[in-house]
């Protein structure tokens, strides 16, 4: 048994923030949560780590980003969608044709994930096959959990960045036969987005998602120009989800990024199929796409997690996806006169975390019987308070303040990784 101590901070609904001074996490030896306690119990003879005055924090869920565009990260800051994926993000992503590339590029992406506290990812690949499994290898290696994608896209690729429709099925299949080695990073079906899959590709990944019964991640409504692209490919759907539905990649579990312009149809769409979205503040500031309906969306009851979105996201410091996500719901608070009340610290860091972390299994919180996935925060650098802090306030201090050098420990299903 391994019993952990420190100031414990969950979230084990979107409204409630649980916290506990100086309390204490008993884990059994797997690390799988069997108490939460708020003394020592008696004549415990396991493993203490003490971990003194520090935050022991649930760790992060990024929800949606590119590990491909790492590269150009803080690249093309003043494009819109469209010009910067041909003018920046195409380009980059075609290089990890170069597999010593690759490795460079993801082993450095898979470490800083876990210095930034992220132990669970949903993740798009590149549309190469080899680069895509040096990419589990290293998100395995490093301690995450989490889907990697392959990416699907046989047209409007541009140069070096576009498969023939059977060579898309055929890399996809030698892809998920090629995956099934992997323990904590399994494969999801990744169209890109509808303007770069053929009817037909669409229609086959469909039928490999539910034949094969896997979950599916993508794009919808990002943005205006976007929107109208899709209705010239698709004259025959109303609604952008529908050209995900009409070929069987509209289920439970999807996951779409942005929904930045999904009005109250579409949104009842995703609710009605369980389908997840994955707010992406920075990314939709950064390119100027919009501001997600995020109010309207927990008030109608659909899943919200938050995404990094790199690289039109600058950041994969799911903190600060946390507090833009508090800072863009403010914006649309002030543009509807107070109409949509903004989020709330409690709100976001539920969805920067547990709202992520029930994808992959887990239930609210620091659940007893889930694996832990938890990071230890050290805010004694912080500027000396004048007055003393609640657990509250010091968890929305963390969130506004902290880097990475501040967490100085990640558990990740139940494995003390850092």
């Known amino acids: 048994m391994i019993l952990l101590k420190g100031n414990i901070i969950h979230s084990p609904s979107l409204t409630n923030v649980e916290t506990i001074e100086n309390g204490y996490l008993l884990?059994?030896?797997?690390?799988?949560?069997?108490k939460i306690l708020n003394n020592k119990p008696d004549n415990f003879n396991g493993t203490i780590i003490d971990y003194g005055n520090k935050l022991i924090m649930q760790s992060f869920a990024d929800m949606h980003l590119h590990a491909p565009q790492y590269p150009n990260v803080g690249m093309g800051m003043d494009l819109p969608l469209l010009d910067w994926l041909k003018t920046y993000t195409f380009k980059t992503e075609a290089y990890f044709s170069n597999l010593e590339y690759a490795r460079r590029v993801y082993k450095k992406l898979a470490k800083d994930l876990i210095d930034y506290g992220t132990t669970h990812v949903v993740m798009f690949s590149s549309m190469h096959t080899d680069s895509?499994?040096?990419?589990?290898?290293?998100?395995?290696?490093?301690?995450v959990t989490g889907y990697v994608g392959k990416v699907n896209m046989d047209c409007n690729g541009g140069e070096n960045l576009q498969e023939s429709t059977i060579e898309s099925m055929e890399e996809t299949l030698r892809w998920l036969d090629l995956s099934k080695r992997f323990k904590y990073i399994k494969p999801i079906i990744t169209p890109r987005f509808t303007p770069s899959c053929t009817n037909e590709l669409m229609e086959w990944l469909g039928h490999l998602a539910n034949e094969k019964d896997l979950y599916v991640q993508s794009h919808l409504s990002e943005s205006k120009s976007e929107i109208e692209w899709v209705k010239s490919l698709h004259p025959d759907c109303d609604y952008y989800w529908e050209t995900y539905n009409k070929y069987g990649l509209w289920k439970d579990h999807t996951i779409m990024a942005h929904c930045v312009y999904s009005d109250k149809n579409e949104r009842e769409a995703i609710?009605?199929?369980?389908?997840?979205?994955?707010?992406?503040?920075?990314?939709?500031?950064?390119?100027?796409?919009?501001?997600c309906p995020v109010r309207e969306m927990l008030n109608e009851g659909v899943w919200v997690t938050l995404g990094s979105d790199i690289a039109a996201g600058a950041s994969m410091?799911?903190?600060?996806?946390?507090?833009?996500?508090?800072?863009?719901?403010?914006?649309?608070?002030?543009q509807s006169e107070g109409k949509n009340k903004f989020l709330s610290v409690?709100?976001?860091?539920y969805l920067g975390t547990t709202s992520g972390h029930k994808y992959f299994g887990n239930h609210e919180g620091f659940a007893v019987g889930d694996k832990l996935h938890a990071i230890v925060v050290d805010d004694s650098t912080f500027v000396e308070s004048p007055m003393p802090l609640t657990l509250n306030e010091r968890l929305e201090r963390a969130l506004y303040n902290m880097n990475k050098e501040n967490i100085v420990s990640v558990w990740s299903e139940g494995r003390k990784i850092k």
């Open 317 to 334: 410091a799911m903190y600060n996806m946390i507090t833009l996500s508090i800072k863009a719901s403010k914006v649309r608070c002030f």
């Open 132 to 143: 895509t499994i040096i990419l589990m290898e290293e998100l395995e290696k490093a301690g």
């Open 27 to 34: 884990l059994d030896d797997g690390g799988t949560i069997v």
């Open 346 to 349: 409690q709100e976001a860091y």
């Open 271 to 291: 609710k009605k199929n369980n389908v997840v979205v994955a707010h992406c503040a920075d990314s939709n500031i950064n390119l100027c796409s919009g501001i």
